[in-house]
């Protein structure tokens, strides 16, 4: 009996140690498990969102730039006195043209050059000059990886849909001339709706992608794509895969994403998901904007398992710093069950009975359950992606002014996406004002803007938003308004932050529309309103009922015209001159609208022509009614008065002999140009005045005959003498510069750079040692 209770007592400690030992195992591994997978999931989940993130950037940034090249095409649309033109109809359609275009093009920070190509015409145009189709497709932009009948095609097409060139290799007239700086570029067509007979061409460079696509450095190891119609558009690669097996991979991924978005309620692409691409194991992200652009950032999977072998000495360190405190309760355990032990050893000494060993066990295995239930107590709080709203607003705005939308259902539908509140019974109207900076700054102007969106805020039976017209520098706020006195004091309002935050603050008004669909009607009530602001008193905000007021219009009297007449008979200009400033004086008094203004002007000018058509002066190129429509102020008015009677007055004192053995008015401004090239004081204006004609005229009579503007033409005599200066003399750039006719060196290093494509450095250290 004694042996058998040695036994017991041996076998009740060894059991003991046993159940203490698997505990302690058992402890460690759960919580090993745990962190590990806790880790692996955090690492995961933060290598997937750094590379949305980083995706989203991309996306964000693009997609505002395309929305940029929509304004644009928008805004042309609108502009009819300078597009959709013959140029030998038209002439001075051209030079509003390229004045227009050149202002997109100075403040781009997406496009480089933009062009603008009109089917029934044969010229394109850009901010310096124009040239045939045949020449463009020929030797303007010639392009790699696109033959010459497809760009040329491509250029002709009448679809709506926006076509993209992808990223190659250029050269050409106008990518060595206007951006010499750089080699590859993009190809954006976007065609001008709704005639859909005009295209506008922008030139993207590689420079505008290497700063949005390589952004988050090699370090990251990503590869960034921009997909557009089942082809890459651009590509940024850290990790070189086959062109082919990528765009295999991201169309299949695309295809059956959109299977999943046509069965389900989503509205937008957002995917991130592991596969591999030619061989290398990549986590992809994908998604799809709103210009039909599809952006891809891909990392290899290595990136990620690199990240969790370095945090693996982590994962043992805190391991063994939780084990800590683990053992210290299993040691108290221990204690605890180790008296009770001792008490049962006790107990058999004294009575022959057998102890029940499964009781301890069973209070062991309660235990472990326990930790283990600690175990699954953790959870992850789910990401959000936070819509960018004031870019919705804006874009709601310019559709709405637009009027893409078909129904008011539409219209509600958008506003309510992006956070702009329509109440059920409406009064919208358009307000138009001026450039909010004027001479005050930019910072000034977006001080003023916010202010008055948070104007709009402040009343609770409104709301509305603003975009921005890039030709016109003007603000179009749209509202929306239940209430038509709590409109009234907003605008009282909103006239006081102008008049504060610009010194010539201008502010036009539409009528209330009580129909959704009528807003694009109210902008053109508006800017109707702010077009008349020269003759109307602008100091308060300008309503569209005192612009639309029709009037008698009142014939001038015989006797300003008759002594106009008798001026240009006796080939008077001072008299003549003396007479129009009277007849513009007359005609402000007389507060007449802004159509009604130019009608009269047109009649003067039409009795004037009509009556010395044998003058065989070309009208065409001083006066045209597209021309007049362009008109804003008494001023603009006068100069064409002017210009048209002393050209009358010129070819009254001329005879046509005379003019048939004198030299046309090119040949006359090149030998000029070809003399005084080194004097700074050669303008355009100065040139003009020499010729005894007025700019304008000079400058479409000169593209006519020689095909360029006169100051391209002046700069290519210039940087032709400099660079024979630089080669043949020792002279510096700064004596150089002075001798073509520059002050500034700094300019001339600019200009003869751009023309070039080297500094004048650089140009004279090439031809030294080549001699």
């Excluded at 920070?109 to 145009?125: A, N, S, T």
Aim: net charge negative; aromatic share 10%.
């Amino acid at each position: 009996m004694k042996l058998e209770r040695g036994k017991l007592r041996r076998q009740g400690v060894l059991l003991y140690l046993a159940a203490f030992s698997m505990i302690v195992v058992l402890i460690i591994a759960i919580m090993g498990g745990y962190l590990y997978r806790f880790y692996h999931r955090t690492i995961y989940e933060n290598f997937v969102e750094s590379n949305e993130t980083d995706l989203g950037a991309i996306e964000s940034r693009h997609e505002n730039d395309m929305e940029i090249i929509s304004n644009v095409v928008s805004q042309i649309n609108l502009s009819a006195d300078c597009t959709e033109f013959m140029l030998d109809k038209q002439p001075l359609k051209s030079t509003k043209l390229e004045e227009q275009l050149y202002r997109y093009t100075a403040v781009s920070q997406f496009f480089e050059q933009i062009l603008y190509f009109y089917h029934g015409d044969q010229y394109l145009y850009n901010p310096k000059t124009s040239i045939t189709l045949d020449n463009f497709v020929r030797i303007g932009l010639v392009l790699e990886e696109t033959s010459e009948q497809e760009f040329s095609d491509l250029l002709c097409a009448e679809d709506y849909q926006m076509k993209i060139l992808p990223e190659q290799g250029a050269s050409g007239y106008v990518k060595n001339y206007y951006m010499s700086d750089t080699n590859k570029l993009a190809v954006y067509l976007k065609t001008v709706a709704p005639k859909k007979n005009a295209v506008m061409i922008f030139l993207v460079p590689e420079k505008y992608y290497d700063e949005l696509l390589d952004s988050g450095g090699s370090e990251d190891g990503r590869n960034h794509y921009i997909l557009y119609d089942g082809q890459i558009v651009t590509k940024r690669e850290t990790v070189e895969l086959e062109s082919d097996s990528v765009l295999t991979e991201l169309t299949n991924l695309y295809a059956k994403q959109t299977e999943k978005l046509n069965n389900s309620n989503q509205k937008e692409m957002a995917i991130s998901e592991s596969m591999t691409v030619d061989g290398v194991s990549m986590l992809v992200s994908m998604k799809a904007g709103v210009s039909g652009l599809v952006y891809v950032s891909m990392q290899p999977m290595s990136v990620f398992s690199n990240q969790i072998r370095s945090g693996m000495w982590g994962i043992v360190f805190l391991l063994l710093l939780c084990s800590i405190p683990a053992a210290f309760g299993i040691l108290l355990l221990y204690r605890k069950i180790a008296g009770r032990i001792r008490r049962i050893n006790m107990m058999l000494k004294k009575d022959d009975r057998p102890y029940d060993l499964e009781n301890i066990e069973t209070g062991i295995e309660s235990l472990v359950k326990n930790n283990e239930t600690l175990a699954k107590s953790n959870e992850t709080l789910a990401r959000t992606n936070e819509t960018h709203i004031p870019l919705k607003k804006n874009r709601f705005i310019g559709n709405l002014v637009r009027g893409v939308y078909r129904n008011e259902d539409e219209i509600r539908m958008d506003a309510a996406e992006a956070q702009i509140q329509i109440p059920e019974s409406v009064s919208s109207f358009v307000i138009m004002v001026g450039d909010l900076g004027g001479d005050r700054g930019q910072s000034n102007e977006e001080k003023a803007e916010k202010e008055m969106l948070e104007l709009i805020r402040q009343y609770s039976k409104l709301d509305g938003y603003r975009i921005k017209l890039i030709s016109k520098t003007r603000n179009v706020f749209v509202i929306f308004a239940s209430d038509r006195d709590q409109a009234e004091k907003m605008l009282v309002n909103f006239f006081k932050i102008g008049q504060v935050s610009c010194e010539e603050f201008v502010m036009a008004v539409s009528d209330y529309h009580e129909d959704l669909m009528e807003v694009p009607q109210a902008y053109l009530e508006a800017d109707t309103a702010f077009d008349t602001r020269f003759i109307v008193d602008n100091s308060n905000m300008i309503r569209y009922q005192q612009a639309s007021k029709v009037e008698h219009i009142e014939i001038l009297p015989e006797s300003f015209l008759r002594r106009l007449k008798n001026a240009i008979r006796a080939c008077n200009c001072d008299e003549a001159d003396e007479v129009i400033d009277e007849i513009c004086s007359k005609l402000k008094s007389s507060n007449h609208s802004l159509l009604s203004f130019r009608v009269l002007y047109n009649d003067i000018l039409h009795i004037l022509i009509t009556e010395w058509n044998d003058t065989h002066v070309d009208f065409s190129n001083i006066y045209n009614v597209f021309l007049l429509s362009q008109c804003l102020t008494v001023q603009q008015f006068s100069d064409i008065l002017h210009e048209v009677c002393h050209s009358l007055i010129e070819a009254r004192q001329t005879s046509n002999d005379d003019k048939s053995d004198e030299p046309d008015m090119a040949s006359k401004a090149v030998a000029y140009m070809k003399e005084n090239y080194s004097s700074p004081d050669l303008t355009m204006a100065a040139l003009a005045e020499m010729l005894s004609i007025s700019p304008v005229t000079m400058s479409v009579e000169f593209k006519n005959r020689m095909g360029v503007n006169p100051s391209d033409y002046l700069g290519i005599i210039r940087m032709e003498k400099a660079k024979e200066l630089l080669k043949t003399t020792s002279l510096k750039v700064k004596d150089v510069s002075a001798a073509v006719g520059y002050e500034d060196e700094h300019v001339f290093m600019r200009r003869f750079k751009k023309y070039v494509g080297k500094t004048p450095g650089q140009y004279r250290d090439e031809h030294t040692k080549q001699n």
